[in-house]
């Protein structure tokens, strides 16, 4: 019930030939065997003096729908089964999902900048290799960061990469030549933007071109956009920058890793130029487009984004319509419409664009492709 949920053929299974066409019952089975796994989980770890479940999500911002809307099920369904589940997020979850969590128990914390005492403890942290930690050093991390964590790793990281802060050997060093010398940008995005400045040519060029791909990207769709840039990844993950993953939404042989943050991702899309970036959203829009196996579906909508991005209209919207009918058969009716409505809105644009004369490219021919 699972596997044929998430896009694996298991038609022919007892548990799936007398519904394989009604994809609520699918979806409705597969949810309820999903809270009986972890029902069974609790009870066991209860059996054996064990500790309640506890489920850990992390950037559920880039969830799907439907995986959102399961964790709702499981909220509701669980309420008798001693679990945690712990989601972390970013605000866009809530832009986009602004009723997400309605109706279930939970409590939602809001992370603030770290206050005075917590700054310089994080900062003696960062830099516990120095010893002694320079006071000038740990005030001005402190002091730039405004109580943000991340500004105040990249920070140490983006002095590491300008010399100033030496990490070979058992222990670290400090230039003071280097620091004085450096320019410390005042914001966040200026402090990413140096560290991509610092890069060589084959890494900032890699890792440019893996942010067309997305804030997950794979070795295998990176050489597809560019034979040489794989070999770039082992120094972006020393660096922090690419961190490879445990798991992957392809399969065993695919190696995924992700950007470090999503603001990392943004800042470094953004240094491309837009031909630059048609040009490689077409060479992943034809890798994606391209992929086989039992879980090629899930990525047809994803091939759509990159088709439209990189202005072929036509096969955004025909991977639109096949990602539209996928969701349809997940019983993911809000997925198939955004899907749907996808295309109708790229051709309706073409059309005007195109005027009266344009190929027969109208709202009627979306609508047919969109829901054949």
Not at 19 to 27: G, H, M, N, Y
Request: proline content about 5%; aromatic content about 6%; glycine content about 6%.
């Amino acid at each position: 019930l699972l596997g044929h949920l998430i896009g694996l053929d298991f038609s022919e299974s007892r548990h799936i030939v007398g519904i394989k066409d009604d994809p609520r019952q699918i979806r409705s089975r597969a949810f309820h065997a999903a809270v009986q796994m972890f029902r069974r989980m609790a009870a066991e770890d209860a059996e054996c003096g064990g500790t309640p479940v506890l489920l850990q999500l992390d950037d559920l911002h880039w969830a799907d729908d439907g995986s959102l809307e399961f964790l709702n099920h499981l909220a509701q369904a669980n309420h008798d089964v001693p679990m945690l589940v712990l989601c972390l997020t970013r605000p866009t979850l809530f832009e986009r999902r602004s009723d997400w969590g309605a109706g279930i128990e939970h409590e939602r914390i809001d992370l603030k900048p770290l206050v005075s005492d917590a700054r310089l403890l994080f900062a003696g942290e960062l830099l516990k290799m120095l010893a002694p930690v320079p006071a000038a050093l740990s005030e001005l991390i402190v002091a730039r960061a405004e109580g943000n964590p991340f500004y105040m790793e990249e920070l140490v990281k983006m002095l590491i990469d300008q010399g100033a802060i030496v990490t070979a050997g058992e222990r670290w060093t400090l230039r003071p030549e280097k620091l004085f010398a450096a320019k410390v940008p005042q914001t966040l995005t200026g402090v990413l933007q140096a560290r991509l400045d610092e890069l060589p040519e084959p890494e900032r060029l890699a890792l440019q071109e893996a942010s067309v791909i997305g804030p997950v990207f794979w070795e295998q769709a990176l050489a597809a956009l560019d034979a040489h840039a794989p070999k770039a990844l082992p120094a972006l993950v020393r660096r922090e920058l690419a961190l490879p993953q445990l798991d992957d939404g392809l399969d065993h042989e695919m190696l995924e890793y992700a950007f470090s943050h999503q603001m990392l991702h943004h800042v470094t899309y953004a240094t491309l130029l837009k031909s630059t970036r048609r040009a490689l959203h077409a060479r992943a829009a034809t890798w994606l487009a391209g992929l086989t196996g039992a879980r090629a579906s899930d990525f047809l909508g994803a091939a759509a984004e990159h088709f439209e991005l990189a202005g072929d209209i036509i096969q955004a919207c025909e991977f639109f319509a096949r990602a539209a009918e996928h969701a349809r058969s997940r019983f993911e009716h809000d997925t198939a419409l955004s899907h749907v409505e996808r295309a109708l809105t790229l051709l309706d644009r073409e059309a005007t664009k195109a005027g009266p004369d344009h190929r027969g490219l109208t709202s009627e021919g979306a609508a047919t492709l969109a829901l054949r």
